[in-house]
């Protein structure tokens, strides 16, 4: 049988960053995407609240024994960052049953590789994107830090760096400079601290939603802000709006974050994908150095990074529901480490949205028919994995070669 036709018309679902990047790449191979997002819910979603870290080194998926065995000392009841509320039972224990299934060796080892090859190749197409996008600066590539308080965190989470496969990154002792640098923006003695290479992080989501609007716009994409309330598939993919329109085009693209599931569930897809609740602070903070690479407090689980709208401190794991009401004690909770380590934010900003996760923790990319691909549950990485993924998505979309096996979306039936 002769392979399909590439698409010549594209309907990506979803204007986050992987929906974005995968309309922009689409668009570069010649394929006239129309992308459809409300502009406006940006600043609601993962792709905003995020903490602009490139997250090369993070080549372990998530599901995995260690994890599970460490789940009871960083719940949040007992100080840590992971909250599972009673009210989403139903929504985490089967996910929860789920993952425990894909921490087995085999599956670990397996995800660990299939991440590892995607994040090799994250930061150069993170270079290749905001290049062709005009916006190189947006990129930083100098790395990260991670600060610990106690000399016996210190010379645990040393050690279990050092043993951790980092992928294309790498890690050294901060130099004394360096150390003194990171100790004069905290109140609290730090007792050692790490920082690497081969990592990197956005400077300001604000602009890079700008600029990958922009040069969208640029190779002649079409931007439509509006709501999808369902697909339906016939001879391409047909897109229904809220608003009562429809959109015909040869492939549609389901990059709708944790909202990927409810789109795909009449088509008959099963996803067990979950909204991993994330939130943040962001504020003034004058005194912290306005090029100072992320910084992580990994005592606390709480990342700081600084970009041009402000400093923001980021935390929390919360497995729920994407739509119920956010839970006040998670910022209240990040106000008291900011309290403790004498960070001050003036006028802070609150802010809670979904990370889209699978219970294997590797995303959803690929095509699943001839006219229906998906881009989605890229869980703590979807910043990091965005510009690589729509690469690829787009490579196998054209009939190239793409290795995307591993992220098969229709892996969980
Ligand atoms: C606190 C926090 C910190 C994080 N830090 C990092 C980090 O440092 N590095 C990293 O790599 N990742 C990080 N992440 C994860 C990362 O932000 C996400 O994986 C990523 O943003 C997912 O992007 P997305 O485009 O798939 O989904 P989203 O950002 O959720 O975007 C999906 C878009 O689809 C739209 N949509 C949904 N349904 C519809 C519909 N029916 N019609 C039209 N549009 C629709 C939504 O409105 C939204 O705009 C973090 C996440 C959180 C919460």
């Given at each position: 049988m002769s392979e399909p036709a590439p698409p010549r018309t594209a309907i990506v679902v979803g204007a986050g960053v992987v929906g974005l990047a995968s309309a922009i790449a689409l668009q570069a191979r010649g394929v006239a995407v129309t992308l459809v997002g409300d502009e406006a819910r940006w600043q609601r979603a993962a792709s905003w609240g995020n903490a602009g870290h490139i997250a090369t080194e993070q080549v372990a998926p998530l599901a995995s024994w260690d994890n599970i065995r460490s789940l009871p000392r960083r719940l949040?009841?007992?100080?840590?960052?992971?909250?599972?509320?009673?009210?989403?039972?139903?929504?985490?224990?089967?996910?929860?049953?789920?993952?425990?299934a894909a921490a087995s060796p085999a599956r670990f080892a397996h995800g660990t590789t299939a991440?590892?090859?995607?994040?090799?190749?994250?930061?150069?197409?993170?270079?290749?994107?905001?290049?062709?996008?005009?916006?190189?600066?947006?990129?930083?590539?100098?790395?990260?830090?991670?600060?610990?308080?106690?000399?016996?965190?210190?010379?645990?989470?040393r050690?279990?760096?050092?043993?951790?496969?980092?992928?294309?990154?790498?890690?050294?002792?901060?130099?004394?400079?360096?150390?003194?640098?990171?100790?004069?923006?905290?109140?609290?003695?730090?007792?050692?601290?790490?920082?690497?290479?081969?990592?990197?992080?956005?400077?300001?989501?604000?602009?890079?939603?700008?600029?990958?609007?922009?040069h969208f716009a640029a190779l002649g994409g079409v931007?439509?802000?509006?709501?999808?309330?369902?697909?339906?598939?016939?001879?391409?993919?047909?897109?229904?709006?809220?608003?009562?329109?429809?959109?015909?085009?040869d492939l549609a693209v389901v990059a709708a974050g944790v909202q990927s599931a409810a789109l795909l569930a009449p088509l008959g897809f099963n996803l067990p994908l979950i909204a991993e609740r994330g939130y943040h602070l962001e504020g003034d903070a004058p005194a912290w150095p306005a090029d100072l690479p992320p910084v992580v407090f990994e005592d606390r689980s709480l990342i700081f990074t600084r970009f041009g709208h402000g400093l923001r401190a980021a935390s929390i794991t919360e497995f729920a529901r994407p739509d119920?009401?956010?839970?006040?004690?998670?910022?209240?909770?990040?106000?008291?480490?900011?309290?403790?380590?004498?960070?001050?934010?003036?006028?802070?900003?609150?802010?809670?949205?979904?990370?889209?996760?699978?219970?294997?923790?590797?995303?959803?990319?690929?095509?699943?028919?001839?006219?229906?691909?998906?881009?989605?549950?890229?869980?703590?990485?979807?910043?990091?994995?965005?510009?690589?993924?729509?690469?690829?998505?787009?490579?196998?979309?054209?009939?190239?070669?793409?290795?995307?096996?591993?992220?098969?979306?229709d892996r969980f039936r």
């Open positions: 949040f009841s007992r100080g840590g960052p992971v909250a599972l509320p009673p009210s989403a039972l139903t929504a985490w224990a089967p996910f929860g049953l789920r993952l425990a991440l590892k090859g995607l994040l090799a190749d994250a930061l150069p197409a993170w270079q290749r994107l905001l290049a062709a996008a005009g916006a190189p600066q947006l990129l930083g590539d100098d790395g990260h830090f991670i600060a610990w308080e106690s000399a016996a965190t210190a010379a645990h989470g050690a279990a760096w050092a043993a951790a496969d980092t992928g294309s990154a790498s890690f050294r002792d901060v130099t004394a400079d360096e150390r003194a640098q990171l100790q004069a923006l905290v109140r609290v003695p730090l007792a050692g601290a790490i920082r690497f290479a081969g990592s990197g992080r956005i400077r300001d989501i604000a602009a890079l939603e700008q600029a990958l609007r922009r931007a439509c802000p509006a709501r999808v309330a369902g697909l339906t598939m016939g001879e391409g993919a047909r897109v229904h709006l809220d608003d009562g329109r429809q959109l015909a085009a119920t009401p956010a839970d006040p004690r998670k910022w209240q909770r990040l106000a008291q480490h900011l309290g403790e380590l004498g960070v001050s934010l003036s006028a802070p900003r609150q802010w809670m949205g979904a990370r889209p996760t699978l219970p294997d923790y590797l995303p959803a990319i690929g095509l699943v028919r001839p006219a229906l691909a998906c881009a989605f549950g890229h869980q703590h990485l979807g910043l990091t994995l965005a510009a690589i993924s729509a690469e690829r998505l787009a490579a196998q979309v054209m009939g190239d070669v793409a290795d995307l096996a591993a992220f098969a979306p």
